[in-house]
């Protein structure tokens, strides 16, 4: 009898979706980051909301995997969960990086309605790939770092730029600079070792690097404003039990809206840190806005050819909302 009871737990047990799970999730960003903040509570609410059937471990500044090997390690379930940048895809499709085509949303607002108009898009090509997605956060408007004072893009030429996805390389070749793809854990020793001097970035990640020690620079050109986004494997999730998908999808919910407020949060106070460690926090000179809106132009018309009928479709998705 006992025997008998115990293999018809089992079988219910399976039916209903498994069994409880520990998962280890990759964050790219170093513990003080809002991102890494809103993905420890995150975590915490699902194990909270799920009766502890489903426990997230961060692990915090790349530990686990590096930016760019961070969407084929979900896929391969390297590790189940992690937080990735979204535009870094856009080699693989060019829709994954609207959010990094400079001047087409510059504000949260906007950022937010770009996102509402890329998500089907995205969910259907992640799908294609066994990927979920969950919660997005936006990043801060992206300025650029310098060590010396620019008034246009002249004083960029021949210049190392760090990069971070193939639109701010592109921009880097638009502004004349030769650009480098560094990770944003390894930004202060390329900075100190003259690997690059100047970068097209967010004030939080200005903050997390410490910049005030090797630029003196921070131009607050709010080009665009990039998002992280949680990728999950979907055969991972599809052992979860039902109490565990429905706790990771309320608790994205919940992080989704606290993670975009944490955003606008972390410019003001980044932006008032940058300033009060003796950078010079200033708007674009007028040269350099004109050539940062001109780049602006050339991506978008080069962006929209990449991208077809459906990147034409997404930005008048996106236009209809503004």
């Avoid at 964050?27 to 420890?40: F, I, L, M, Q």
Wanted: with cysteine; glycine share 6%.
């Amino acid at each position: 009898m006992l025997k008998r009871l115990l293999i018809t737990a089992a079988i219910l047990m399976f039916a209903q979706g498994s069994y409880a799970a520990t998962w280890d999730m990759s964050c790219h960003d170093v513990e003080d980051n809002y991102h890494t903040k809103n993905a420890r509570l995150f975590a915490a609410e699902v194990e909270k909301l799920s009766g502890g059937d489903l426990k997230i471990d961060i692990k915090s500044n790349s530990v686990l995997l590096k930016r760019h090997e961070t969407k084929r390690g979900v896929q391969r379930g390297v590790v189940p969960i992690a937080e990735f940048l979204i535009s870094a895809l856009g080699n693989e499709n060019p829709l994954f990086e609207v959010d990094a085509v400079p001047f087409i949303a510059t504000n949260f607002e906007d950022a937010w309605k770009l996102w509402l108009a890329s998500k089907p898009y995205y969910k259907k090509l992640l799908e294609k790939d066994g990927l979920l997605m969950f919660y997005s956060e936006s990043w801060p408007p992206q300025g650029i770092y310098s060590k010396q004072a620019v008034t246009d893009k002249t004083q960029f030429k021949g210049v190392r730029f760090r990069s971070y996805n193939a639109s701010v390389a592109r921009v880097a070749e638009l502004l004349g600079a030769i650009p480098a793809t560094i990770e944003s854990s390894e930004v202060p020793q390329a900075f100190a070792t003259g690997v690059v001097s100047a970068m097209l970035t967010s004030s939080t990640t200005g903050v997390n690097t410490q910049a005030w020690d090797y630029v003196k620079y921070y131009y607050d050109a709010r080009a665009f404003l990039t998002k992280n986004v949680i990728l999950v494997n979907k055969a991972a999730y599809d052992k979860l039990t039902d109490r565990a998908k429905k706790a990771l999808q309320e608790a994205s919910d919940a992080a989704e809206k606290r993670g975009w407020k944490m955003a606008e949060e972390s410019m003001k106070q980044d932006l008032q840190t940058l300033a009060s460690r003796g950078m010079q926090v200033l708007p674009p000179p007028p040269g350099l806005k004109k050539d940062l809106e001109e780049i602006g132009q050339i991506m978008l018309q080069e962006w929209l050819k990449k991208a077809g009928n459906d990147g034409k479709a997404l930005v008048e998705a996106y236009r209809k909302m503004k």
